[in-house]
C-alpha cells in the first residue's frame, strides 16, 4: 500500500494514461520495440519507443501519446503492453508509440507545466509543444517501420493537453487527435484553480511528486517530498494553517517552481492567461475527438472548453464524447457504476469499441472522414446514450429555479415576496464544510456523485428542495448559478451544488437502500473577489447586497419521476479548496490573523432573487 498521497495520485494519473504490462501477457511476443532520440529544430532530443506488431503484414498507422508521466520503461529489453483503449486497435495492427515530453524523464530540455504557446515565431528555433508534436511525427514517419504514413494523437489529462497543443497547425501526417480529459485551463476552470478558488488538496499531493527538479536523461526521479496525511486529510491541512505554510521546510521549502508561481501570480494575469489552451486552438485541420467525463473531478472542464473553441475557431470535423466517469474512467475494463450510483451497463466498453476505435480507424485506415455522429453523450439519471450533432444540443429551453422560502426550490418567482427576504449562515473556516462525508483521505473519485446528506446536516449549508417531481425532468448544457449574497466581511466563496434526491423506496441492483439518497449531480465555487472580474479583483462591501454569478460545468441528467432536485449553497469546500480568510487579501502570503468567521446572508426576494439556471429538454 503507498501511504503518500502523492504517489498515489501519481499512480493513478500513469495507470489512466499508460497500459502497464498485465500478468500473464507477453509484449515481447506480440510487438518490436524501438527506441529514438528524435532532434527537435532547436538541436533538444527527445525520447520516444514505438512499439511496432509483429506477424502483422503490411502497414499500419501510428497511435502516439506525448507525456509527462514517464514513456518508459526505458531500455530495447524492456516492454510494456503497449496498446489501450479498445483491444480493437492490437488486432488491426496498430503501431503505438510514445514519448516524453521536453525535460522529462529521458528526454532533454527544460520541462515547463503547460508551456504556452508561441503567438508569434521569430524564427524557425522557436519552439512550443505544437512544434515539438510536429518535428516527433516528421521524423516517427520517416524511420518507424512498417507505417503508413499516418499519424494519430490522444492522451488523458497532462497527455490529453499535449494531443490537444499538437492539433494545432498540425503536421500533414497527424490525420487525428482526441484530447481526453485535456489539460486546457488553470485559473477559471481546470485542477489547480476553479473560478480563482485554488484546488489545495490535489495540487499539494501533485506537486509533491511532480515539482522536483528533473535531472534529465534520466529514467525517473525522487518525489519532492514524503507526507503522511495520519489517516484524515481534513485534519491534515486544517493543521497546516495558511497556505505559506506549505512552502515551511517540512513540504516545498521554496523548491518547487510552479508552486512559487501559484503563489506569485494570484489573479488571472499574463501568466495564467499564457497557459490557456482552448482559446490557442486554431490552425486545426485534422479530425478531433475530445472526451470527458460528466464526473471528472479534474479535468471536465478541459473536454468541454476544448471542443467549445475548436469548433468555434477552425472547419474541421469536430466531435466530443461526454460520459458517466471519473477522471480518466473510460480508459478502465469496466465502468457500470461510480460509488453507488449505476450506470446500467459497461460505458467504458460502449466508448471504446464504438466511438474511440472507429473514429481513429477512419481517419488512419480508411477514408479520413469519421462515420461516427459528432457528439456522443451519456444521459445520467436515465442511464442512455445519446447522439446529437453539437453540443449543447438543439432546441434547449433555458428556465430558471428560485431559492425560495421555507427551503423550498420553485420553478418561478416567489410571488408577492416584495419585502427583502434571505437565509442565513456562519461561515467558519476553522471549521469548513467537507466536500465528502466520513473520514477524508486522499482525493477520492466518487465525490462528484456522492451522497450529500452530510452536508444538509450542517447549520453553514443551505439546502433547498423542489416537491417531489410529478414527470421525469431533464437538465442539459450549461447550468449557471445567480445568487444575491450579503457578508459581514469583505471577502467569501461561494459552493454551489444541483442535486438528485432519491424517493423512500430506491434500492440499487445490488440491494442497497438508496431510500433519500441525495446525489450529486453538478457544482463548482466561485472566489467571491473575483465575481467581476477574474483579472481585478474586489472587495465586498460589509452589509451590502451583491451578485455572485457564475458558470458550473455542463449536465445531461434527468431527475426522475418522484425525485426532487435540490440546490445547496456553502461557503467552504475542504480541503478540496483551500479555505478563504474571508478578509480580503493575498491567500497565498497572509497569516492566520486574517483567518475571520462571516456571516452570509443569501437573499431571495425584494428584486434579489437567486436562482439557477438551466437548459431543459
Given at each position: ?42 538541436g ?31 531500455g530495447?529489453?524492456?516492454?510494456r ?23 522529462i ?31 516527433t ?19 488523458i489529462?497532462y ?9 494545432i497547425?498540425?503536421h ?44 534529465n ?13 495520519g ?14 505554510n ?13 508552486w512559487?508561481?501559484?503563489?506569485y ?18 490552425g ?17 472542464f ?9 469548433g ?95 427551503s ?14 434571505f437565509?442565513q449562515?456562519v461561515s ?25 446528506r ?9 439546502s ?33 451544488k ?18 433519500g ?37 455542463d ?24 479555505r ?8 497565498y ?26 437548459g431543459?429538454?
Amino acid at each position: 500500500m503507498i501511504n503518500n498521497p502523492a504517489m498515489r495520485r501519481l499512480l493513478v494519473l500513469v495507470l489512466t494514461a499508460l497500459a502497464l504490462t498485465a500478468p500473464g501477457q507477453d509484449p515481447k511476443g506480440r510487438y518490436t520495440k524501438y527506441e529514438y532520440n528524435i532532434p527537435m529544430r532547436d538541436g533538444i532530443k527527445l525520447y520516444v519507443c514505438a512499439y511496432v506488431p509483429k506477424n502483422k503484414p503490411g502497414s499500419h498507422p501510428i497511435l502516439l501519446e506525448r507525456t509527462p508521466y514517464g514513456a518508459g520503461p526505458y531500455g530495447a529489453d524492456s516492454y510494456r503492453d503497449p496498446s489501450r483503449g479498445s483491444k480493437k486497435f492490437e488486432e488491426a495492427g496498430y503501431i503505438f508509440a510514445y514519448g516524453d515530453v521536453r525535460g522529462i524523464h529521458m528526454s532533454e530540455g527544460v520541462f515547463e507545466d503547460v508551456r504556452p504557446q508561441l503567438q508569434f515565431r521569430t524564427g524557425h528555433d522557436d519552439v512550443d509543444e505544437s512544434t515539438d508534436t510536429y518535428d516527433t511525427i516528421d521524423y516517427l514517419i520517416k524511420h518507424v517501420k512498417d507505417n503508413n504514413g499516418r499519424v494519430g494523437i490522444w492522451g488523458i489529462s497532462y497527455p490529453g493537453g499535449y494531443a490537444a497543443l499538437g492539433a494545432i497547425h498540425n503536421h500533414p501526417a497527424l490525420k487525428a487527435a482526441s484530447p481526453q480529459a485535456p489539460v486546457s485551463e488553470w485559473f477559471i476552470g481546470d485542477d489547480m484553480h476553479h473560478h480563482g478558488a485554488f484546488f489545495l488538496q490535489d495540487c499539494f499531493s501533485f506537486f509533491s511528486g511532480m515539482g522536483g527538479p528533473k535531472n534529465n536523461p534520466s529514467p525517473g526521479w525522487p518525489p519532492l517530498f514524503q507526507f503522511d496525511i495520519g489517516g484524515d486529510a481534513y485534519k491534515f491541512f486544517l493543521n497546516l494553517g495558511p497556505i505559506k505554510n506549505a512552502n515551511g521546510p517540512k513540504y516545498f521549502n521554496n523548491r518547487c517552481k510552479f508552486w512559487n508561481d501559484v503563489t506569485y501570480h494570484p489573479d488571472y494575469d499574463d501568466f495564467w492567461q499564457a497557459r490557456n489552451v482552448e482559446h490557442n486552438m486554431r490552425g486545426v485541420t485534422c479530425p478531433l475527438l475530445t472526451v470527458g467525463g460528466w464526473f471528472d473531478a479534474e479535468d471536465m472542464f478541459g473536454a468541454l472548453h476544448v471542443y467549445k473553441a475548436t469548433g468555434e475557431q477552425n472547419e474541421n470535423w469536430n466531435g466530443l464524447c461526454m460520459g458517466p466517469w471519473y477522471h480518466g474512467g473510460w480508459s478502465s475494463g469496466l465502468m457500470d457504476r461510480l460509488g453507488d450510483v449505476e450506470f446500467g451497463s459497461n460505458t467504458s466498453k460502449t466508448f471504446q469499441d464504438e466511438v474511440e476505435f472507429p473514429f481513429f480507424d477512419a481517419c488512419l485506415r480508411g477514408d479520413g472522414k469519421p462515420a461516427i455522429p459528432k457528439v456522443t453523450v451519456f444521459e445520467t439519471g436515465r442511464n442512455e446514450w445519446h447522439k446529437f450533432d453539437t453540443w449543447p444540443p438543439k432546441g434547449l429551453k433555458r428556465v430558471e429555479y428560485y431559492l425560495g422560502p421555507g427551503s423550498t426550490l420553485l420553478a418561478h418567482a416567489p410571488v408577492g415576496d416584495r419585502q427583502p427576504s434571505f437565509d442565513q449562515y456562519v461561515s467558519d473556516p476553522m471549521n469548513p464544510v467537507p466536500y465528502q462525508g466520513g473520514t477524508l483521505q486522499w482525493r477520492s473519485t466518487t465525490y462528484m456523485d456522492d451522497d450529500q446528506r452530510f452536508a444538509e446536516a450542517r447549520p453553514d449549508v443551505l439546502s433547498y428542495k423542489s416537491e417531489p417531481l410529478t414527470a421525469d425532468t431533464t437538465w442539459a448544457g450549461p447550468v449557471t448559478a445567480d445568487l444575491w449574497v450579503k457578508v459581514s466581511t469583505t471577502d467569501a466563496d461561494f459552493v454551489v451544488k444541483v442535486i438528485d434526491v432519491y424517493p423512500r423506496g430506491t434500492k440499487s441492483s445490488h440491494g442497497k437502500d438508496l431510500s433519500g439518497y441525495e446525489q450529486l449531480v453538478r457544482a463548482d465555487v466561485m472566489r467571491g473577489k473575483y465575481r467581476r472580474s477574474y483579472q481585478n479583483p474586489v472587495p465586498f462591501v460589509p452589509g451590502v447586497p451583491d451578485e455572485v454569478k457564475f458558470p458550473l460545468p455542463d449536465l445531461y441528467h434527468t431527475f426522475r419521476k418522484g425525485h426532487r432536485i435540490m440546490v445547496q449553497v456553502q461557503s467552504s469546500w475542504f480541503p478540496l479548496v483551500d479555505r478563504n480568510p474571508q478578509s480580503y487579501c493575498n491567500i497565498y502570503t497572509c497569516g492566520q490573523d486574517a483567518f475571520v468567521k462571516s456571516t452570509v446572508e443569501v437573499e431571495r426576494g425584494a428584486g434579489h432573487f437567486s436562482r439557477i439556471e438551466v437548459g431543459k429538454m
